[in-house]
């Protein structure tokens, strides 16, 4: 398997968990075998304990100071897929390592869910479904983690042009497009993911609508659903519909969102980026609930939004180099600019107290929200453009980036804070899009003094 490349040489750290931890830990987990990870607040550390019959390998992260760094870190998987093939390569942090190389018949857009127990891989008219090999029992004041091979499952979903995916509330749904011109329907796709584990996974093909480039979303025991303005095949949605599990139309949300482009879920509502603000869609008791919070200027608008479990905000792109953040609350926002256009953001995963930026320029940003100012930089890969068919992309872990390099076949691992590079993966071909696994949204944050569900 190919291994990561150390950028730099330091020199090693104190830890709380010692040489012989980190030892038991790594070769219990890359055995495949239970670890658990104990959480004592008391102390300034996470106690890390394996066991294992084997002698310990050579390798891991004992340069890192482990007491500076979130215990999910050792569960986590990058999956990067080709930008011109169908090869998929996966690199397992803890063994720094690509541990596997899948196919899935072409380029694909990447997709993880919610729990991380999954990805998905949107491969021009077909959908496949990658098994993260992760598995997380949370008891609370620790985690145990279970490690297995990744894989394609055997289950596929056709459908023209998958676009759209969203994962909440242990729902996955794909909304396919459609094509006016084939005369192929727009359709929205929702499996129940922990029924994939068994052998007839649970899934709702919703009824057809005309062909745009749609959403669906679960909320509660129905789906909201996307349709478009009439007579204008292939354009952004109008509104949205709510819908029962047996496909039929319950009712219609009742604010309109012209030009519906991203969606994220923020306290008990999901909001959707329209062109004339936000739309934020919940539930009190068994009626929908829908409010429209407008964009600080008319300007610009988003059409991306990211939020984190741990934070009360939205961020959103606003323009090409800029990023917005909006309290659903009351609609205060505030805005950040960057020196060149905005291709990727994302919080960082673990307390999502950092937004973390991939420029146009080829540079990754670390903006500081308590500060508002950018608090790091560095130049990663050569500039890019937004749109280009084979592009880098950025995922994040607790306390870390990958940068996937399509013009040097590499994925780049800096260490968020300082953005140095810490290793990077030599993967071949062109590496564009990119997604974490491993990581549920709602344990990832494990760690001493760090809030937890």
Not at 265 to 291: H, K, N, Q
Request: glycine share 12%; charged share 20%; aromatic share 4%.
């Amino acid at each position: 398997m190919k291994r990561g490349s150390r950028a730099h040489e330091g020199a090693r750290a104190a830890s709380c968990i010692g040489r012989r931890g980190r030892e038991l830990a790594r070769r219990g987990v890359s055995l495949g075998l239970a670890c658990s990870i104990g959480v004592l607040a008391s102390v300034p550390g996470a106690l890390l304990g394996c066991s294992s019959e084997a002698e310990p390998g050579a390798g891991g992260q004992a340069d890192a100071p482990a007491a500076e760094r979130h215990t999910s870190w050792r569960r986590a998987r990058v999956l990067v897929g080709d930008g011109r093939g169908g090869s998929l390569h996966v690199i397992d942090i803890e063994d720094e390592e690509v541990i596997a190389e899948l196919d899935v018949g072409g380029p694909a857009a990447l997709h993880a869910t919610e729990s991380g127990d999954y990805a998905v891989a949107a491969v021009a008219d077909e959908v496949r479904i990658i098994r993260s090999g992760v598995a997380i029992v949370d008891h609370t004041d620790h985690i145990h983690i279970y490690k297995s091979p990744a894989k394609v499952l055997d289950l596929s979903l056709s459908g023209a042009s998958p676009g759209a995916f969203v994962s909440r509330e242990e729902w996955m749904s794909v909304f396919f497009d459609g094509s006016g011109q084939s005369g192929a329907p727009g359709q929205a796709v929702m499996i129940k993911e922990p029924s994939l584990n068994g052998e007839s996974p649970e899934i709702v093909t919703l009824p057809p609508v005309d062909p745009h480039r749609g959403i669906a979303a679960p909320l509660g025991d129905a789906f909201l659903v996307s349709f478009p303005p009439e007579g204008e095949p292939g354009s952004l949605p109008l509104g949205l519909n709510v819908l029962g599990a047996d496909g039929e139309i319950i009712e219609g949300v009742p604010s309109p969102c012209p030009g519906l482009s991203g969606q994220a879920a923020v306290g008990g509502e999901i909001s959707f980026a329209c062109d004339d603000g936000l739309l934020l869609v919940g539930r009190d008791g068994g009626a929908i609930t829908a409010r429209k919070l407008p964009y600080p200027s008319a300007d610009a608008r988003s059409f991306t939004l990211r939020s984190h479990i741990e934070r009360t905000v939205l961020i959103g792109d606003f323009g090409g180099s800029t990023l917005i953040e909006i309290e659903p609350e009351n609609g205060a926002s505030r805005a950040f600019d960057f020196p060149a256009p905005v291709c990727h953001f994302a919080l960082e995963p673990g307390r999502g107290e950092q937004v973390i930026v991939l420029a146009a320029d080829g540079s990754v940003y670390e903006l500081d929200l308590a500060t508002s100012a950018i608090a790091a930089r560095a130049a990663v890969v050569p500039a890019f453009q937004c749109d280009d068919a084979v592009r880098p992309g950025l995922a994040l872990a607790p306390d870390y980036a990958y940068v996937t390099d399509p013009a040097g076949g590499d994925v780049h691992e800096l260490q968020l804070g300082s953005l140095t590079i810490t290793r990077s993966y030599h993967v071949g071909g062109a590496p564009s899009a990119v997604v974490m696994m491993g990581l549920n949204v709602r344990n990832v944050n494990i760690a001493p003094g760090a809030a937890h569900d």
